[in-house]
Nanobody, 116 residues
Framework: QVQLVESGGGMVQAGGSLRLSCAASAPGIRFPSVIMGWYRQAPGKEREKVAQISTEDGIYYDDSVKGRFTISRDNAQNMAYLQMNSLRPEDTAVYYC????????WGQGTQVTVSS
């Protein structure tokens, strides 16, 4: 069982930056073995994968965020992060932390709003 809590969302103007954090609680699980990711869901749209970080498979970014977003993790602190730079209005969405370890786990989501 993995429990996830996101923080760091908010409202920012286009071109600005935000850093999302995800605190993972995974008793009895070796955190480096957990695949961590960030997804987002805009109003009226399906949830989409933004970025993922895995010890075995490395890092993945959706084309829409390459060069602007950076995913990272701190295995000692059971944390994952998403640094978002050069934000655009189309990045507006609820952002969800995701973990995969013999099952899929989701955080509660944090709202990111980018104004033009």
């Amino acid at each position: 069982q993995v429990q996830l809590v996101e923080s760091g969302g908010g409202m920012v103007q286009a071109g600005g930056s935000l850093r999302l954090s995800c605190a993972a609680s995974a008793p009895g699980i070796r955190f480096p073995s957990v695949i961590m990711g960030w997804y987002r869901q805009a109003p009226g749209k399906e949830r989409e994968k933004v970025a993922q970080i895995s010890t075995e498979d490395g890092i993945y970014y959706d084309d829409s965020v390459k060069g602007r977003f950076t995913i990272s993790r701190d295995n000692a602190q059971n944390m994952a992060y998403l640094q978002m730079n050069s934000l655009r209005p189309e990045d507006t969405a609820v952002y969800y932390c995701n973990a995969y370890y013999f099952g899929t786990y989701w955080g509660q989501g944090t709202q990111v709003t980018v104004s033009s």
